[in-house]
């Protein structure tokens, strides 16, 4: 693990709500290797967007970091300034947010947006900067990249917008992008166009992926290691089709079960009783006791730690993990 | 539209913890009010016990111009001195208060009552009807509240000519201030009930086989008399500096009634011989209420404003 | 029409009307229409569960805003048979579980209204439903004196569906009712609604985006593509071989469970804003099997051996 890209050890975020104190992210830890995609699963509430914002420094107040190390190529960027985190975000760090509308900015072309950044990021020129924008245009699959250019953002469809948003967060080329998301405000027939755009910079760049996601069948097409994350915790982490084929921890499981996937069938589907946490309410133990069938004492007064399984490639959190993954 | 299902009361805090705790978490707003409900109570006690310093009877000309009681010549039966009439200064607060505030009150209720149906109306209805009522109030927002209320003033004073009572002037400033502000009540309810009409429950109603004005009555107009309320208490504000204008000018609340307005511009004749307490009174009085008021206002538009909503 | 048939959508078109406006008037511009729904026929049989599946702009929420009434058609007839006599009773359930709930209402009031206002019930009758009708939705009695922020999307979706049984409905449309919900949620709300269907005979529209979702819960389904039905016809047929490449197109689309195929299979293009002009087929632009003819003429729709209807020149096999 000391080839890492990126680690993240024992990250907590916490939020004051009037006199009580909240935690967000409580312990989250996990690291993503250099050119890989690392899925980061899980409900709303579970902190899934939250990890990522607070890796880039974006998390709004109330919420702040309280704990943890983030550590980007060996340089710790937790320690660093709001001044160099700046830098470190766009330039090392891309970032891909869920709504294309909000993300480009709606008075500047798509070519002022890229060429921007790619100057501020890059040491060339601006003529330099215009000819890669236009190549990036063309690399993120839009037809007639160099009219592209003076296009506004309203004059795109929200897939076309999705695009030129992946190549602003990839045109300054980071060694890890982070997208929040990126497919869940599109339709069906553009989600799956989006997704081949970046399995195709991935490959082609190399660039590291922190995809975060709700869809499950979006992991299984695109994630090398997955993380299930639950109230603000690792549940299990561990290459995609192991965990997807032999979950081990009851979540993971009763997450597919519960998910409405092509060809499942009628009587398979199978609910997991009552709901996520609060962050107000979160159990004592491990938190996702009182909707475990596997539950027991130890469950519920103790919280489990992060183990490791199968040496080392996989993770869970559940003092009684599944065998044979049901 | 029969009874709800009588409610069993949820398990919450008594009312008074929950007051005390609201208190503890906003002190400005708490002070805000704790002054306002005590002018308000002073506006409304004091004139059931002290005899009317207007009533002609009551007053002796022989104690005009007595300073407050801290200054020489001051006396303890006045205790902020008197005016150029012998009336008790301090008496003569709590009645022109108690006269200011019941034309502030009734003004708002009046702007609230037109205002509301007509933006109601308007939001719900659209169309034609919802044209013609904004394009009335935009024609009406071309002049200043307080330019509107001296017109209705006028026109009212020459149809009645000069043989109206002080009633009757009361009442003809109440509705002209009232009148004057329907527009910012009628645009805020048209553009919340803009909001709330294409809300899902609304469509659930009617798709239930709700009648109109059952939807607006029963379903809308509880969503949106948040920020209505809110502009409320702000005008109370502004409705009683309006009446205190139009009276300093002379046109409002006769000179034989105490309003703030007419105290102070009674006051007003003194100030330059040295009697500064005559207008400095109800001046003062005048801030303190609308400055509670206002920070109250502003304390429930952060309350209810509905970015905030849901976060708690 | 037979006695069978408990909905027809005969012809039924929406446009819209584009205002001008202030300065498009002044710049001589006329409001242009869309029609977010053109021609669309379709019968819901007593009893069943009709999916009605497309994408964003498809024109498959307005249509069923028409069926509730809520918005009346431009064009064409829809009718609603009612089962004994009284007027057919409709209830909806909408996507968004917050904005569908009056926050000012106590849930026992929110879902006695149907009961109110059809005079289903009477007295104290009234308040015995509602504890009824939560238990049956799986929340209790005493919900019903809280309001709707105390609950969680997912509840509030089950008050929703509460509402909805109270008027006794003889036609149910479900608009997108689990969109907004998690994955653990959606499939306790999928199998509550699978549960009420089988048990109380409802006959329903059941309205996606999400095609798994519809070959779970639908007997039959329509396809609906920028305003129009482009394929209809029985949900397992329709899955095992669909007609129109546009239904293969979005079955394929969507990233199933599997990690060894991790193939994508992306639309080409992009779906063309509401309103643009197409003189032939509208999928002909992102068709792999298009030719001349589809750019030029508009197919029929035609019926095929199974039962299923589909608006193609050149149906898959």
């Not at chain 1, 339709?187 to 755009?197: I, K, P, R, T």
């Not at chain 2, 149809?159 to 009361?170: E, M, W």
């Given at each position: 693990?000391?080839?890492?890209?990126?680690?993240?050890?024992?990250?907590?975020?916490?939020?004051?709500?009037?006199?009580?104190?909240?935690?967000?992210?409580?312990?989250?830890?996990?690291?993503?290797?250099?050119?890989?995609?690392?899925?980061?699963?899980?409900?709303?509430?579970?902190?899934?967007?939250?990890?990522?914002?607070?890796?880039?420094?974006?998390?709004?107040?109330?919420?702040?970091?309280?704990?943890?190390?983030?550590?980007?190529?060996?340089?710790?960027?937790?320690?660093?300034?709001?001044?160099?985190?700046?830098?470190?975000?766009?330039?090392?760090?891309?970032?891909?947010?869920?709504?294309?509308?909000?993300?480009l900015n709606p008075v500047l072309t798509i070519g002022q947006q890229l060429v921007d950044t790619i100057v501020t990021h890059l040491p060339v020129s601006k003529e330099e900067a215009r000819q890669r924008a236009v190549r990036w245009i063309a690399r993120v699959g839009l037809s007639d990249p160099a009219r592209r250019l003076d296009q506004y953002p309203h004059q795109l469809s929200g897939g076309m917008r999705q695009r030129v948003v992946i190549a602003l967060a990839l045109c300054a080329e980071p060694e890890l992008v982070i997208a929040d998301e990126p497919t869940t405000a599109l339709?069906?027939?553009?989600?799956?166009?989006?997704?081949?755009?970046l399995r195709d910079l991935h490959e082609e760049t190399g660039v590291a992926v922190m995809l975060i996601t709700h869809d499950l069948g979006v992991?299984?097409?695109?994630?090398?290691?997955?993380?299930?994350?639950?109230?603000?915790?690792?549940?299990?982490?561990?290459?995609?089709?192991?965990?997807?084929?032999?979950?081990?921890?009851?979540?993971?499981?009763?997450?597919?079960?519960?998910?409405?996937?092509?060809?499942?069938?009628?009587?398979?589907?199978?609910?997991?009783?009552?709901?996520?946490?609060?962050?107000?309410?979160?159990?004592?133990?491990?938190?996702?006791?009182?909707?475990c069938a596997r539950a027991t004492a130890e469950c519920r007064s103790q919280r489990p730690p992060l183990v490791d399984y199968r040496d080392g490639a996989g993770k869970h959190a559940c003092f009684h993990p599944l065998e044979d993954g049901r | 539209m029969s009874a709800v299902p009588s409610p069993a009361t949820p398990a919450r805090p008594s009312a008074v913890l929950r007051l005390f705790e609201a208190a503890k978490g906003a002190p400005g707003p708490t002070l805000a009010a704790i002054v306002g409900i005590l002018?308000?109570?002073?506006?409304?006690?004091?004139?059931?016990?002290?005899?009317?310093?207007?009533?002609?009877?009551?007053?002796?000309?022989?104690?005009?111009?007595?300073?407050?009681?801290?200054?020489?010549?001051?006396?303890?039966?006045?205790?902020?001195?008197?005016?150029?009439?012998?009336?008790?200064?301090?008496?003569?607060?709590?009645?022109?208060?108690?006269?200011?505030?019941?034309?502030?009150?009734?003004?708002?209720?009046?702007?609230?009552?037109?205002?509301?149906?007509?933006?109601?109306?308007?939001?719900?209805?659209?169309g034609w009807v919802d044209s013609l009522i904004m394009r009335v109030a935009?024609?009406?927002?071309?002049?200043?509240?307080?330019?509107?209320?001296?017109?209705?003033?006028?026109?009212?004073?020459?149809?009645?000519?000069?043989?109206?009572?002080?009633?009757?002037?009361?009442?003809?400033?109440?509705?002209?201030?009232?009148?004057?502000f329907w527009v910012q009540y009628a645009r805020t309810i048209r553009s919340s009930v803009l909001v709330e009409r294409d809300q899902d429950y609304v469509a659930a109603a009617r798709v239930t086989g709700r009648s109109a004005l059952g939807i607006v009555v029963l379903h809308i107009l509880p969503n949106v008399m948040a920020p209505v309320l809110v502009i409320a208490t702000i005008n109370l504000g502004v409705a009683i500096i309006t009446e205190a204008t139009l009276s300093f000018l002379g046109i409002g609340i006769p000179l034989t009634q105490p309003s703030l307005g007419t105290l102070i511009?009674?006051?007003?004749?003194?100030?330059?011989?040295?009697?500064?307490?005559?207008?400095?009174?109800?001046?003062?009085?005048?801030?303190?209420?609308?400055?509670?008021?206002?920070?109250?206002?502003?304390?429930?538009?952060d309350v209810f404003n509905p970015r905030l909503r849901g976060r708690s | 029409m037979?006695?069978?048939?408990?909905?027809?959508?005969?012809?039924?078109?929406?446009?819209?009307?584009?205002e001008a406006g202030f300065v498009g008037k002044l710049l001589g511009r006329s409001g242009v229409g869309t029609r977010a729904v053109d021609e669309v026929s379709l019968t819901i049989r007593r009893g069943e569960m009709f999916g009605l599946v497309g994408e964003s702009g498809c024109g498959k929420s307005t249509l069923a805003r028409m069926i509730a009434g809520l918005t009346p058609p431009t064009q064409g007839q829809i009718a609603l048979t009612g089962v004994s006599g009284h007027k057919p009773r409709l209830q909806m359930i909408f996507q968004d579980p917050f904005s569908s709930l009056n926050g000012r209402w106590t849930v026992?009031?929110?879902?006695?209204?149907?009961?109110?206002?059809?005079?289903?019930?009477?007295?104290?009758?009234?308040?015995?439903?509602?504890?009824?009708?939560?238990?049956?939705?799986?929340?209790?009695?005493?919900d019903a004196y809280k309001y709707p922020q105390e609950f969680s999307g997912g509840q509030r979706q089950r008050i929703s569906i509460a509402r909805a049984l109270a008027g006794e409905p003889d036609f149910l449309v479900l608009d997108e009712p689990t969109s907004a919900l998690d994955v653990s949620v959606q499939a306790q709300i999928l199998k509550l609604l699978d549960t009420l269907q089988s048990e109380l005979h409802l006959t329903s529209l059941f309205i996606t985006h999400n095609l798994s979702i519809v070959r779970l819960m639908t007997d039959r389904l329509a396809v609906m593509y920028l305003g129009r039905i482009v394929e209809e016809g029985p949900t397992e047929q329709l899955f095992r071989s669909p007609r129109h490449p546009y239904t293969r197109l979005l079955m394929d689309a969507a990233p199933d469970l599997d990690t060894e195929d991790r193939s994508l299979h992306p639309i080409p293009g992009d779906l063309p804003k509401p309103g643009t002009p197409m003189p032939g087929c509208r999928f002909a632009n992102r068709c792999p099997r298009a030719a001349d003819l589809c750019k030029a003429q508009e197919p029929a729709m035609t019926a095929g051996e199974g039962g299923e209807r589909f608006r193609c020149h050149f149906p898959l096999d």
């Open positions: 693990m000391s080839a890492a890209l990126l680690e993240v050890r024992d990250l907590r975020v916490e939020l004051k709500r009037g006199k009580q104190q909240l935690t967000a992210l409580d312990g989250i830890s996990f690291a993503i290797a250099p050119g890989e995609v690392l899925g980061v699963v899980g409900e709303s509430g579970a902190g899934k967007s939250l990890t990522g914002a607070a890796i880039i420094d974006l998390l709004v107040p109330p919420l702040k970091r309280t704990g943890g190390e983030i550590v980007l190529s060996g340089r710790h960027l937790d320690a660093l300034s709001r001044e160099d985190m700046r830098k470190v975000r766009g330039r090392r760090i891309g970032f891909i947010a869920q709504d294309p509308m909000t993300s339709d069906v027939s553009v989600q799956a166009h989006v997704l081949q755009v992991i299984a097409k695109m994630a090398d290691r997955v993380a299930v994350l639950y109230a603000g915790r690792v549940a299990e982490i561990g290459p995609t089709s192991e965990v997807l084929r032999t979950p081990r921890h009851p979540y993971t499981s009763g997450l597919m079960r519960a998910t409405v996937a092509p060809g499942l069938d009628r009587k398979a589907l199978d609910p997991i009783p009552g709901s996520m946490p609060n962050l107000s309410s979160i159990p004592p133990g491990c938190a996702f006791n009182p909707r | 002018l308000a109570a002073f506006a409304f006690i004091v004139p059931l016990f002290a005899p009317d310093p207007f009533n002609l009877a009551s007053t002796s000309v022989m104690d005009a111009f007595t300073p407050p009681m801290w200054m020489a010549d001051g006396s303890k039966v006045f205790p902020l001195g008197t005016d150029d009439q012998g009336r008790n200064m301090l008496t003569a607060l709590a009645f022109g208060l108690r006269t200011s505030l019941i034309v502030g009150l009734a003004s708002v209720a009046i702007g609230l009552l037109v205002g509301g149906a007509l933006g109601l109306t308007a939001g719900f209805a659209g935009d024609v009406q927002l071309a002049y200043p509240a307080l330019l509107l209320a001296m017109i209705i003033d006028g026109a009212a004073r020459s149809a009645l000519g000069q043989q109206r009572d002080v009633k009757t002037a009361i009442a003809i400033v109440i509705i002209s201030i009232g009148v004057a511009r009674n006051g007003n004749n003194f100030l330059q011989s040295g009697e500064w307490w005559i207008a400095v009174w109800p001046c003062a009085l005048l801030i303190a209420f609308v400055v509670s008021v206002n920070v109250l206002g502003d304390h429930l538009r | 037979s006695a069978a048939d408990m909905l027809v959508v005969d012809g039924v078109s929406k446009v819209f009307a584009g026992g009031r929110i879902v006695a209204e149907p009961i109110r206002v059809h005079g289903l019930r009477e007295g104290k009758a009234v308040e015995a439903r509602v504890h009824e009708l939560l238990e049956h939705v799986g929340l209790s009695a005493a």
